[in-house]
């Protein structure tokens, strides 16, 4: 989950739920992090990226089934300072990160580029809706178009990880711009082959 976003998570681990439910009783934040195997049912605090973001829990809504919906609004991009507590759930202090951004004439080339290398990747993936891909045409701040399109990628976790651990906005916009290349290049490929 990137900065900026409001999205609706689905919940079923009990420390998970455990976690929201104590985010709620105090200030309604939130770090939300990205385990580094989905696979593995019961992680521990190594197995979850230390970057990540601080959220609001907007809302919580129980499911039949006993897990839970819940929509966060996502603030900022943070880092684990300390482990607090791993007993009912992951208790982490956290420090926000202020990016480094000098904005010089390769940011501007960059933010062109992604712009236009987005639409293209949008003509080319069939799951990004036209109104999508006109809302990020017209973002002009690039720490939000960073966001924006990271996600909308359908690319590898680990890649989307690396675009929150960069500090450096403009090694954010640079490596951003490098993925995008790489999908575009993939899209193109696989019509290529869909057309033979």
Request: aromatic share 6%.
């Amino acid at each position: 989950v990137f900065p900026g976003m409001v999205v609706p998570l689905f919940v079923g681990r009990q420390k998970s739920i455990d976690a929201l439910k104590y985010a709620l009783s105090q200030e309604k934040e939130i770090f939300l992090a990205t385990q580094k195997n989905a696979k593995m049912d019961d992680p521990t605090i190594r197995d979850i990226y230390s970057y990540g973001t601080l959220a609001n829990v907007l809302q919580l809504l129980k499911m039949p089934d006993g897990s839970v919906k819940t929509l966060v609004e996502s603030k900022t991009m943070a880092k684990i300072k300390n482990h607090l507590s791993e007993s009912d759930f992951f208790m982490v202090e956290v420090e926000s990160i202020v990016e480094r951004y000098e904005p010089d004439v390769k940011t501007e080339a960059l933010i062109r580029n992604i712009h236009s290398s987005f639409e293209a990747y949008a003509k080319l993936n069939q799951k990004i809706s036209d109104d999508v891909a006109e809302t990020i045409s017209s973002i002009k701040d690039p720490s939000q178009l960073v966001s924006s399109i990271a996600a909308h990628l359908s690319t590898k976790i680990s890649e989307k990880q690396t675009l929150l651990e960069l500090e450096d906005l403009n090694s954010r916009l640079e490596t951003l711009f490098k993925i995008l290349s790489a999908e575009i290049d993939i899209l193109e490929l696989e019509e290529t082959l869909r057309q033979r």
